[in-house]
């Protein structure tokens, strides 16, 4: 099945500098990759995702990129403020007959005033 | 995803007693899923149903079980087989050709 690798676990930030997290997936049939922000004791909350059909998408000050060949994709985020700390999780839609989205172990996101 | 509903919040139980956590949903999504959240291991699926009256066994389902016998509702139960349940579980419904997922609000559960 799918397998999914997320790095950094942890990173933190001066406010204003950007952040980068990067994802990689085993299955290269899979074709849409999720981002989510998870703010302590709540709900992950889709953010952006991209599909396998387009190489970057781009959202205010949240970009994500994806690199099929390598299959790797990317979170980019500029301008950081304090309340974009916050866990965030990548994804990937493997193929197959059922949909399973295979979840990254998470990157927890520290951005410091 | 303010039309997923998870109840109740906070739930306790002792050790050997069954429990069953509710999730409602009035997005009409026909997928819906239950996950788990440990603290380092993100979301790992214990149960998925595409369609009512049908749900498939997802990575850790040793220890629940799960019904859906309405489109809207998807409960799970944590059965005392289920050797470290204390966690905060997920409930999720899917829609769209890409299977995009929104959250209910979560339950904590923690066991005595």
């Given at each position: 099945?799918?397998?999914?690798?997320?790095?950094?676990?942890?990173?933190?930030?001066?406010?204003?500098?950007?952040?980068?997290?990067?994802?990689?997936?085993?299955?290269?049939?899979?074709?849409?990759?999720?981002?989510?922000?998870?703010?302590?004791?709540?709900?992950?909350?889709?953010?952006?995702?991209?599909?396998?059909?387009?190489?970057?998408?781009?959202?205010?000050?949240?970009?994500?990129?994806?690199?099929?060949?390598?299959?790797?994709?990317?979170?980019?985020?500029?301008?950081?403020?304090?309340?974009?700390?916050?866990?965030?999780?990548?994804?990937?839609?493997?193929?197959?007959?059922?949909?399973?989205?295979?979840?990254?172990?998470?990157?927890?996101?520290?951005?410091?005033? | 995803?303010?039309?997923?509903t998870q109840s109740p919040?906070?739930?306790?139980?002792?050790?050997?007693?069954?429990?069953t956590l509710s999730c409602e949903?009035?997005?009409?999504?026909?997928?819906?899923?239950?996950?788990?959240?440990?603290?380092?291991?993100?979301?790992?699926?214990?149960?998925?149903?595409?369609?009512?009256?049908?749900?498939?066994?997802?990575?850790?389902?040793?220890?629940?079980?799960?019904?859906?016998?309405?489109?809207?509702s998807?409960p799970l139960?944590?059965?005392?087989?289920?050797?470290?349940?204390?966690?905060?579980?997920?409930?999720?419904?899917?829609?769209?050709?890409?299977?995009?997922?929104?959250?209910?609000?979560?339950t904590?559960?923690?066991?005595?």
């Open positions: 099945g799918e397998n999914v690798e997320q790095h950094p676990s942890t990173l933190s930030v001066q406010e204003g500098d950007s952040a980068v997290i990067k994802c990689t997936y085993s299955d290269s049939a899979s074709n849409y990759f999720p981002w989510y922000k998870q703010e302590l004791g709540k709900r992950p909350q889709l953010i952006i995702d991209i599909r396998s059909n387009v190489g970057e998408k781009k959202d205010q000050r949240i970009a994500v990129t994806l690199n099929k060949t390598a299959k790797h994709f990317s979170l980019h985020i500029t301008e950081t403020q304090p309340e974009d700390s916050a866990v965030y999780f990548c994804a990937a839609r493997g193929s197959g007959g059922y949909q399973k989205v295979t979840f990254g172990i998470g990157t927890k996101l520290q951005v410091i005033p | 995803d303010g039309g997923i919040k906070y739930l306790f139980r002792k050790e050997g007693q069954n429990v949903q009035n997005l009409n999504h026909d997928a819906m899923y239950w996950y788990r959240q440990d603290p380092g291991q993100g979301l790992r699926l214990i149960y998925y149903s595409q369609i009512v009256n049908d749900f498939q066994k997802g990575d850790i389902a040793e220890g629940y079980s799960v019904s859906r016998e309405k489109k809207e998807f139960t944590v059965t005392s087989a289920q050797k470290n349940p204390t966690a905060f579980y997920l409930c999720a419904s899917g829609t769209g050709a890409y299977n995009e997922q929104f959250f209910g609000p979560g904590r559960l923690t066991v005595l």
